[in-house]
């Protein structure tokens, strides 16, 4: 695998591969984002994973200054995994000049669920998401679908700048005791750790009531329900809620008669730690 900090470099080592997959990464990698790169491999160009973490999308008292940075440690991860590429560039060659010009997402996907809890975020990702695409210059990029809203969100910013780009999401990967994968998985004490499956089973206790409701209101009891009880283990949700998949808005009374295809989402803190994951029903 060859490492890249500057996009001069990048470029030209990119130049005699007109196919390249991109697999963006905040670094600190686990097995999650090692299954995103044998999901780039499978697509069947070389990998560009990049690493680069985005001031942009962290909120002003969020964790970009203690968000961990290994990248030797994900060097070696990224080699064993078969990626050709790793762009890792720091901020003043990712942001020479301050980001002016944004990629602003629409408010009705960006900014309710994740966008509501963390104003700003959306617009951060998909602006860093649009200039990684714009220097890796991919014909397809991996993203996991923990982070769903971010997947529907990117997909549609390639529709609609009609970026000629193959989005792949692929399914979250998951400890044995169900928790999802994430690097901020690393901020929860051995106690906290113990606790976290609570998040996935309450998705799952909500996923399946809800699949029973037939009234949207049947749907908000359950969900209101399913806080108290989040809560009541010790956790602070910001939101634990069933979506229609295909625009994340609320199941009207024909969604739920007809069985439309649903998602049920959840962001709770236990501690300090906030934690997001989600489950397609
Ligand atoms: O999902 C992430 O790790 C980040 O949001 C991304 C896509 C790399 C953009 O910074």
């Known amino acids: 695998m060859q490492t890249f900090h500057t996009l001069a470099e990048l470029r030209a080592a990119l ?28 697509l069947g160009a070389p990998v560009v994973a990049s690493i680069f973490v985005n001031r942009l999308q962290f909120g002003p008292h969020e964790d970009f200054d203690r968000y961990p940075r290994t990248l030797e440690r994900d060097t070696a991860l ?9 762009f890792a560039p ?25 966008g509501a809890a963390r104003p700003g975020h959306f617009e951060g990702v ?14 397809a990029a ?22 000629p780009i193959a989005i792949a999401g692929l399914d979250t990967v998951r400890d044995a005791d169900g928790l999802a994968l ?3 998985n690393g901020y929860l004490t051995p106690a906290q750790r113990a606790q976290a499956p609570q998040l996935q089973a309450a998705l799952h206790a909500l996923a399946k009531a809800a699949r029973g409701a037939h009234l949207p209101e049947d ?36 969604d739920l008669r007809e069985g439309a295809p649903m998602v049920a989402l959840a962001a709770a803190r236990l501690g300090a730690t906030r934690l997001i994951d989600n489950l397609e029903c």
């Open 126 to 139: 998909a602006t860093v998401v649009m200039k990684l695409f714009a220097m890796v210059q991919p014909t």
């Open 90 to 114: 720091d901020e003043a060659e990712m942001y020479p000049e301050p980001q002016t010009f944004c990629v602003r997402p629409d408010p009705a996907l960006a900014g309710i669920l994740d």
């Open 78 to 86: 990224l080699s064993q995994a078969g990626c050709s590429f790793l």
């Open 219 to 254: 749907v908000l009891a359950l969900e209101s329900r399913a806080m108290r009880d989040l809560t009541a283990q010790g956790w602070t949700p910001d939101y634990l809620t069933v979506r229609r998949r295909c625009d994340l808005l609320a199941p009207g009374a024909d």
């Open 182 to 184: 994430s690097s901020r």
């Open 15 to 42: 130049h005699d591969f007109p196919a390249r997959t991109l697999v963006p990464t905040m670094g600190n990698l686990h097995a999650g984002h090692l299954a995103l790169v044998a999901r780039g491999r499978e």
């Open 142 to 163: 991996v993203f996991g679908k923990k982070d769903y809203q971010q997947l529907m969100l990117i997909r549609r910013m390639v529709a609609q700048f009609a970026l």
